[in-house]
């Protein structure tokens, strides 16, 4: 079993849509969680970082952090077709300190 | 740009060649990594550098080594390198603590 779980896609949405995408985890001692978006031919930039459980919002986007399913949640409000990118969690804590552990990232398509 | 620089940004190389990929931060981070990412698989971590020191070597074959003269700077030495190598190797960095990685664009390698 992967440490972390995350669905590969392809997700494809109509420009406007809610966008739900979720990663599962099995390490109960990851205390901080993060998304990455990634476009094409670049390295993942931060999108969202959280810490413990409970909810985030910037802007069009939310993250969600429920610790007892050992689930996480980001979801894209108005998703535009700029949101299309491959979208990584990671997360730390616990025996592995600051370094992250990756899902593999689950690619977003969001179409005029 | 990230503040994280790669260079060069593409490379192919022959599996005698010997080659040097090149990562430079200057945001005064402690941190800096090497992953490598290959289509359809999660982010491989490869090294670790903590104040200039290797702390983490995830089982990287010996074609691959590493040198990081000074914390700003991190490089990834290539010699005879397989087809399987080919994929996107990225640098990142963070500070100290658990606030996330800011990555560069990476090294797009083929080996043929």
């Known amino acids: 079993q992967k440490e972390v779980e995350q669905d590969p896609g392809p997700l494809s949405v109509p420009e406007g849509a809610i966008v739900s995408l979720n990663c599962t985890y099995s390490n109960s001692a990851f205390q901080y969680f993060m998304w990455y978006r990634q476009y094409s031919r670049k390295g993942p930039e931060l999108l969202m970082y959280t810490y413990s459980s409970g909810n985030k919002e910037d802007g069009r986007f939310t993250a969600q952090v429920d610790k007892s399913s050992k689930y996480i949640s980001l979801f894209i409000r108005d998703s535009q077709p700029s949101d299309s990118a491959t979208y990584l969690c990671a997360m730390s804590g616990g025996n592995a300190g600051n370094m992250l552990t990756f899902g593999g990232g689950t690619r977003l398509m969001v179409k005029p | 740009e990230t503040g994280v620089t790669q260079t060069p940004r593409h490379l192919v190389m022959g599996m005698t060649n010997k080659k040097s990929l090149k990562c430079e931060q200057h945001?005064?981070?402690?941190?800096m990594y090497w992953y490598k990412q290959s289509a359809k698989k999660p982010l491989e971590l490869m090294f670790v550098y903590n104040f200039k020191e290797q702390t983490e070597n995830n089982s990287v074959p010996s074609r691959f080594s590493p040198e990081c003269p000074n914390s700003s700077h991190l490089f990834l030495h290539l010699h005879t390198l397989q087809p399987e190598d080919s994929a996107l190797y990225l640098c990142?960095?963070?500070?100290?603590?658990?606030?996330?990685?800011?990555f560069g664009s990476g090294t797009r390698l083929t080996v043929v």
């Open positions: 990142a960095s963070s500070p100290q603590g658990a606030e996330g990685y800011t």
């Open positions: 945001l005064g981070h402690n941190a």
